[in-house]
C-alpha cells in the first residue's frame, strides 16, 4: 500500500550544525504533511505542518520544504542542540479534514557536543 | 499538566488475559485517536472517535479488539485474549476537529 517513507534511519551531527532529515511519500492524494518528534518513552509531539498548496514553512528554528514534483519533504533544524536529539517521523493526510495520519518509519537523530 | 494522560503507562501480561487501557484527551478536544506503534516503526491507526461515536476503524483493529468513548471524554481500549504480537505501544492522541494531533506518553504493553 502507499505510504510514506523516510530516506535514512540515522542522523549524527555535533552541537550547532544544521540538520536536515528526509521523508518520501507516495502518496500523490496526500495534500497535509506533519513532523512530529518522539523522545524515548514519550508519545509524538508536533513539530510543524504544511499544505500542499505551500512550499515552505518555517517554524522556531525548523523549516518544512515540500517539493510535491517529485513528493519529498524535507525538515530542516537550525543550529542543532543535544535536546533535539530523537526520532523524527513525517506523516500525512489526504487532506486536512482527513483523520488518520499515516507516518513513516523515522529518523533518529543524535546530536553529539 | 493539560495534556492527554494515558493509564497504565507499562502493562505486563499473559497471553490469553484481557487488558484495558484509559485516555483522558485535552478537556476540550471532541475527537480521539488511538494508534499502535511497534518498536522502531510510526505509529499505525487503529481507531477515531468524533465526540462518543467510533467514526473509523482500521483494518488493523481485530474482533479482539473493542474501544469505547461513552461520554465523549475518556476512551478505553480492550484487548481480548491477548497475543504475542499485541505487544507495543498502544498511543492515544485527541484534536479540536481538524487541527493537530496532540499524543500522550503512551501504554506500553509487553504479552508473555
Known amino acids: 500500500g502507499e505510504s510514506v517513507g523516510l530516506h535514512l534511519p540515522t542522523l549524527s551531527v555535533q552541537e550547532g550544525d544544521n540538520s536536515i532529515i528526509n521523508c518520501a511519500y507516495s502518496?500523490?492524494?496526500?495534500?497535509?504533511f506533519i513532523w512530529y518528534k518522539q523522545e524515548s518513552g514519550k508519545g509524538p509531539q508536533f513539530i510543524i505542518d504544511i499544505r500542499s498548496n505551500m512550499d515552505k514553512r518555517q517554524g522556531q528554528r525548523v523549516t518544512v520544504l515540500l517539493n510535491k514534483t517529485v513528493k519529498h519533504l524535507s525538515l530542516q533544524i537550525a543550529a542543532t542542540q543535544p535536546g533535539d536529539s530523537a526520532v523524527y517521523f513525517c506523516?500525512?493526510?489526504?487532506?486536512?479534514?482527513?483523520?488518520?495520519?499515516?507516518f513513516g518509519k523515522g529518523t533518529t537523530l543524535s546530536v553529539s557536543s | 499538566d493539560t495534556g492527554v494522560s494515558q493509564d497504565p503507562r507499562h502493562k505486563i501480561t499473559k497471553r490469553g488475559q484481557n487488558v484495558t487501557f484509559r485516555c483522558d484527551p485535552i478537556?476540550?478536544?471532541?475527537?480521539l485517536y488511538w494508534y499502535r506503534q511497534t518498536l522502531g516503526q510510526g505509529p499505525e491507526f487503529l481507531t477515531y472517535f468524533q465526540n462518543e461515536a467510533q467514526l473509523e476503524k482500521s483494518r488493523l483493529l481485530s474482533d479482539r479488539f473493542s474501544a469505547e468513548r461513552p461520554k465523549g471524554s475518556f476512551s478505553t481500549l480492550e484487548i481480548q485474549r491477548t497475543e504475542q504480537g499485541d505487544s507495543a505501544m498502544y498511543l492515544c492522541?485527541?484534536?479540536?476537529?481538524?487541527?493537530?494531533?496532540?499524543f500522550g506518553p503512551g501504554t506500553r504493553l509487553t504479552v508473555t
Open positions: 502518496n500523490s492524494a496526500s495534500d497535509y
Open positions: 478537556s476540550e478536544h471532541n475527537r
Open positions: 492522541a485527541s484534536s479540536f476537529d481538524r487541527a493537530e494531533q496532540y
Open positions: 506523516a500525512e493526510k489526504e487532506n486536512q479534514a482527513g483523520t488518520a495520519l499515516i
